[in-house]
């Protein structure tokens, strides 16, 4: 009995674990590895219902497989909390406090920081690096989001952004909304770029 709890455990610690670096990443890759490894435990339990005899030696057991699935569901669930809501991420306002502990003018500050969680490159790959930065989940904006955006400017583009339902869109506009300019910026470059 202790043998089949111990098992039971240390499967849902195993796909806990696959499953906390899925929900981590940001990339669509994974996608395809979990679909792929969810194919395999699909097979490996329909193996075991009886529809193909199993060789010798061979067992399966549905409720480890049950519980490396449900492992995998909670660790993505875990790791996808803690990427949208920045665990790992730079803690902007420790950074913004000790460059004005350290004397750095606030336009400096500003340009610093800007660039650290806007800055592109101009590729896609400084888009995604921006994504993983910011904690956002690896999407875009659906198009009449993003034409709703780019057509407003100024004071009317800052309340727009601090009115959307996306939390780190609104708290966004919020901490750079007399900067109208960047947040002009940031839709154009980051969330809706083509």
Not at 29 to 58: C, D, E, F, H, R
Request: glycine share 10%; aromatic share 6%; hydrophobic share 45%.
């Amino acid at each position: 009995m202790l043998s089949k709890i111990v098992n039971g455990v240390c499967m849902f610690l195993a796909g806990g674990s696959v499953g906390w670096l899925v929900g981590l990443s940001s990339s669509p890759v994974i996608q395809g590895i979990i679909t792929a490894l969810t194919g395999l435990i699909v097979a490996v339990g329909s193996l075991y219902s009886g529809a193909t005899a199993l060789p010798a030696g061979m067992k399966a057991s549905p409720p480890l497989l049950a519980m490396l699935l449900f492992g995998i569901a909670a660790g993505t669930s875990g790791g996808l909390y803690c990427r949208t809501h920045n665990w790992f991420g730079a803690d902007v306002k420790w950074l913004k406090q000790q460059l004005e502990e350290a004397g750095v003018p606030q336009d400096v500050i500003h340009t610093h920081l800007s660039k650290l969680l806007l800055d592109t490159g101009g590729d896609t790959a400084g888009r995604d690096l921006v994504r993983q930065r910011s904690g956002q989940l690896y999407a875009s904006l659906p198009t009449e989001q993003c034409a709703l955006y780019q057509a407003k400017e100024g004071d009317e583009l800052v309340a727009l952004m601090k009115s959307s339902a996306s939390v780190p869109i609104s708290n966004f506009a919020k901490r750079c909304e007399k900067h109208p300019e960047c947040l002009k910026a940031f839709v154009e470059e980051i969330l809706c770029r083509q």
